[in-house]
Every structure is written in structure tokens, then in C-alpha cells.
């Protein structure tokens, strides 16, 4: 198993805030990293595939980076509706996710 | 356009079997990649459980290998997920999803069916 390791758990932000999730992978993943959005009581939504290319209809404020086996993502300006759960997911070999970054409201 | 629904009991006993469907349409399961089963305990980390390829071939989480199998229905497009002597443990959202792309994203997900094991 590829294990990765998502980093802070949570993060308090306000609108307009930059926030930065962190998600590294215990093995080289190349570039098969995804992010995941989640919003309570929903299914998540893909947001990121590949390190950085944005699902359809993602808006640009989102962006997906690499440096080895450490993915970053980062909301450069936080929207209200930006408040949910990220995951990372790994496909390099099967399938794994992070453990998850909740973005709540400062 | 691809969309998802899970269907199954909510409620499962202790030691019983616990079985799934995912209807799928606009797409058909002997398509794309591969179609997946994603579980999320109340508030808690997503858990991949296992795929199938577009040819009928299976991966599954190796800690659940031994008790769960994932198979289809070609001629009702739908595929299923089907786990074995259940505990309390395995209470959770179940979600289907397709997996596809170069990267292997889960692309388009199921709205999730709520599965309690309890007596």
C-alpha cells in the first residue's frame, strides 16, 4: 500500500484568505495525484487530476503543485463556497487517500 | 452524461452479508476504466474497497480481500459490491464512482447510501 500523509487536519481561513493543503505520498507516485473537494452530506467531487489540471468547471483560484513526492494544493483567494473537506487520492498503484483537510471558517 | 445510484438495504446484521448495487447510465460498465467502491465511516477518512476493470477483472484493498467481491450485470449496467461476515466496523457511506483518465481520478461518484451493521 502507498500511504499518504495530508497535512494540517484542518485549517481556519476567511474569505479571501490563501490557504495551502499539503499531501505527501510514502513512495514515488509520478503524477498520478488527484484532489478531492467534499462538502457535508454530499459525495466528493473531483477537483484536481494528474497534480494540476483542473476537472471542467473547477474555477482557477485552485491550483494543484508538485515537488517529488510532496502535492500541494492551494486556494489563492477562499470563496464561501470553498469551505468543505480536501482529499488527496494517489493512483499510482491502486488507490489511496489522505486523510483529509477541513477548511472551516475563522 | 455518466450518473450513478447506489441501491441496497440499510441495515445489515452482525455476521451477515452485506450486498450493493450501482446503477449506472450514460455510460456503460464495460467502458472506460475501471468503476469503483469508496467507504467513509461518519466523518471520517475516505477507504477505497476495490475496482473492476472494463473486462471484468478485480483489485480489491488487500485488509478486505477476503471478504469482499466486486462483480456486474452487463445487461442492467450496473455493478455491485458484496462484504462478507460484517461488524460494527464496516457501518458507513458506501459510494460507486467511475475511475477514469490517463491519471485514474474517480471522476463521477454515486450521492452515497448509508449502510448501519447492527442487531
Known amino acids: 500500500d502507498i500511504q499518504m500523509t495530508q497535512s494540517p487536519s484542518s485549517v481556519s481561513a476567511s474569505v479571501g484568505d490563501r490557504v495551502t493543503i499539503t499531501c505527501r505520498a510514502g513512495?514515488?507516485?509520478?503524477?498520478?495525484l488527484n484532489w478531492y473537494q467534499q462538502k457535508p452530506g454530499k459525495a466528493p467531487q473531483l477537483l484536481i487530476f494528474?497534480?494540476?489540471t483542473l476537472q471542467s468547471g473547477v474555477p482557477s483560484r485552485f491550483r494543484g503543485t508538485r515537488s517529488g513526492t510532496e502535492f500541494t494544493l492551494t486556494i489563492s483567494s477562499l470563496q464561501p463556497e470553498d469551505f468543505a473537506t480536501y482529499y488527496c487520492q494517489q493512483s499510482y498503484s491502486t488507490w489511496t487517500f489522505g486523510q483529509g483537510t477541513k477548511v472551516e471558517m475563522k | 452524461q455518466v450518473q450513478l445510484q447506489e441501491s441496497g438495504p440499510g441495515l445489515v446484521k452482525p455476521s451477515e452479508t452485506l450486498s450493493l448495487t450501482c446503477g449506472v447510465s450514460g455510460f456503460p460498465v464495460t467502458s472506460g476504466h475501471y468503476w469503483a467502491w469508496v467507504r467513509q465511516p461518519q466523518e471520517k477518512d475516505l477507504q477505497w474497497l476495490g475496482s473492476m476493470y472494463h473486462d471484468g477483472t478485480t483489485t480489491y484493498e488487500p485488509s478486505l480481500k477476503s471478504r469482499v467481491t466486486i462483480s456486474r450485470d452487463t445487461s442492467n449496467n450496473h455493478f455491485s459490491l458484496t462484504m462478507r461476515s460484517v461488524t460494527a466496523a464496516d457501518t458507513a457511506l458506501y459510494y460507486c464512482?467511475?475511475?477514469?483518465?490517463?491519471?485514474?481520478?474517480?471522476?463521477?461518484w454515486g450521492p452515497g447510501i448509508l449502510v448501519t451493521v447492527s442487531s
Open positions: 464512482a467511475r475511475v477514469f483518465g490517463e491519471f485514474l481520478s474517480f471522476d463521477s
Open positions: 494528474g497534480v494540476s
Open positions: 513512495h514515488n507516485i509520478r503524477t498520478y
